[in-house]
């Protein structure tokens, strides 16, 4: 399938090189932007339609997605001006929304904008099932279990680093809980969600267990993603960026 558009990446780390691997030959452009010109350069050597480009001449730029591959501070910086280019917006760093001003003018922006926002589930599943429950969803608890190198600590025994809220936890470990602000915002509510994190060095894998609680029923789902390059985050999460565009690219859309 190729797919006629341009993209404009921000960040060109492990996520991008992810990404890259199955999108990049399928469209027509992919400007990068990313601090360090030598990531965007080896990116160029295996990908001809790559180009690095300042984020400040974006909006002189035919581009159908912009994608954020970087960080939460880079959503908070830059959004204002994407939500200007009224195109496509995929946003990987959903912690940035555990910002309650920031949030509030995204959204407010985004009212008056023509730019549609997607956010990929990430590392985590179950958000097709939290749309369809609705309000009935009456709370959320993740456990998310990851090794002590992923969140920069030395520990030679299992413990929880942290019990709370979810826009407590995005503010401790923002490169670690975005699926947190994930769950909150297909949620539609950021006081039913519930993070429990354990640094375990005997886990080979970063491991997502969620609880949801409803008024129709109650659902637990278990995942255990192996670590990508950058051991903060897992294989899945660029893979659901992947997977987003494919679909919506595709005219036969399944689980919708």
Do not use: W
């Amino acid at each position: 399938m190729v797919i006629l558009l341009n993209f404009f990446v921000i960040g060109a780390g492990n996520c991008t090189n992810v990404i890259a691997k199955d999108l990049f030959s399928k469209v027509s452009n992919v400007y990068i932007f990313d601090s360090s010109k030598e990531k965007v350069e080896e990116l160029k050597k295996v990908y001809s339609n790559v180009i690095y480009s300042d984020f400040s001449d974006i909006d002189k730029l035919n581009i159908d997605y912009v994608i954020e591959c970087a960080s939460v501070d880079a959503v908070i910086r830059y959004s204002e001006k994407i939500l200007d280019l009224n195109t496509n917006y995929v946003i990987i760093s959903s912690g940035a929304f555990g910002d309650d001003l920031f949030r509030e003018r995204f959204m407010e922006k985004l009212n008056v904008s023509n730019c549609n926002v997607f956010i990929p589930s990430g590392a985590v599943g179950g958000i097709d099932l939290i749309h369809s429950l609705g309000d009935s969803v009456e709370k959320i608890v993740l456990n998310t279990r990851k090794s002590p190198k992923s969140f920069g600590i030395d520990t030679f025994e299992e413990k929880i680093i942290f019990e709370g809220g979810c826009k407590e936890a995005i503010k401790r470990f923002p490169q670690n809980i975005n699926v947190a602000i994930t769950l909150a915002l297909a949620v539609k509510d950021f006081e039913k969600v519930h993070v429990i994190i354990t640094a375990d060095p005997y886990v080979k894998s970063n491991s997502h267990n969620i609880t949801i609680e409803s008024k129709i029923g109650r659902y637990s789902l278990n995942l255990e993603n192996y670590p990508s390059d950058n051991a903060k985050t897992s294989l899945l999460a660029p893979l659901s960026i992947i997977g987003l565009i494919n679909k919506l690219n595709n005219n036969f859309k399944v689980g919708v």
